[in-house]
């Protein structure tokens, strides 16, 4: 029974979730803007967690509490933007600061049969956990905030046969702008995510220097991001704004630089240099090796003599 009071709450409607909300029923049954300074019911319960099969982007205001994000607290006061895909789980703290804001929810239904809902998925901030929300600042709060008062103002307005595909046009331009704005927020962090570069370069050290590699194979973007304390897409995303290369890349470029130290310095056979870093085959090894520096480890270790 005990374990049972532990499962989160599962909503696969909004209209499910406003009345959980104690708020009227939501003027479109797959869109809704929630105002959190409506939200009058006791949410303590919903504190054990929730499961929702829709989208949600939430901005969070008026923070009158510092809220910490990893070890670092917000770059700005004027609050932020978290975003959730269908069937994550939504973890509630009741020790987090207090806030204003809002929260958009639309159903994969509402964009299915338009070009948003097959590019969703190019948004990988939906991936991110909340700790690596998008912090605002004062413009980029202006622009987000005029945003969802367009799409109240559509949600208020006589239906006709432009309405859904206007407010889908809203949707992706708040998406949009989020995509940039990550593009800023990769930069003014830029000692810490450098920090998280080196923090990975040296996890991959440790991997390949040791025998971790013959032990456990090549590592894997989702046992490091986990490592480090970040989502996976959070971790490729900030890579890849600070190198160009996304996690995978790193694994390989480390990878390869392994070999071709072992290649030069040993007389390790191909195959044994391949277990070594991890390959279960050796023809997938050359066959990384060869992508990577056009040339088979043969011939790499034949120009060294």
């Given at each position: ?59 969070k ?25 269908p ?21 994969p ?11 969703i ?88 220097d ?69 390959f ?26």
């Open positions: 029974m005990e374990s049972a009071s532990k499962q989160p709450y599962i909503f696969n409607s909004i209209s499910e979730l406003h009345r959980a909300l104690g708020l009227p029923k939501p003027l479109h049954p797959l869109v809704s803007l929630v105002d959190y300074a409506n939200i009058k019911t006791d949410t303590t319960a919903l504190s054990k967690g929730m499961v929702l099969n829709f989208y949600k982007v939430s901005f205001k008026n923070f009158t509490g510092k809220v910490k994000y990893g070890q670092n607290y917000y770059d700005f006061d004027e609050g932020g933007l978290s975003f959730v895909s069937n994550q789980l939504i973890s509630a703290n009741e020790k987090e600061a207090d806030y204003g804001g809002y929260t958009l929810l639309f159903h239904d509402f964009i299915r049969n338009f070009p948003l809902g097959k590019n998925k190019n948004y990988g901030f939906f991936s991110y956990s909340v700790a690596e929300a998008l912090y605002l600042s004062e413009k980029e709060k202006e622009i987000i905030v005029g945003i969802f008062r367009n799409i109240q103002h559509e949600l208020e307005s006589a239906i006709d046969h432009f309405s859904q595909e206007v407010m889908i046009s809203h949707i992706e331009l708040l998406l949009n702008y989020s995509k940039r704005f990550y593009s800023r927020q990769f930069i003014t962090r830029k000692v810490a995510n450098n920090d998280l570069l080196t923090n990975l370069e040296s996890l991959l050290s440790e991997h390949f040791s025998d971790k590699a013959l032990t456990k194979g090549l590592p894997t973007v989702q046992e490091l991001s986990a490592q480090l304390n970040v989502t996976p897409h959070y971790l490729s995303d900030m890579l890849r704004s600070l190198t160009g290369q996304n996690t995978q890349q790193h694994i390989h470029n480390k990878l390869i630089e392994k070999a071709k130290e072992i290649l030069s310095t040993t007389n390790l056979t191909v195959a044994e240099i391949a277990y070594q870093l991890g279960e085959h050796p023809q997938s090894f050359n066959k990384i090796f060869k992508r990577k520096t056009k040339m088979s480890p043969v011939e790499f270790r034949e120009s060294f003599n």
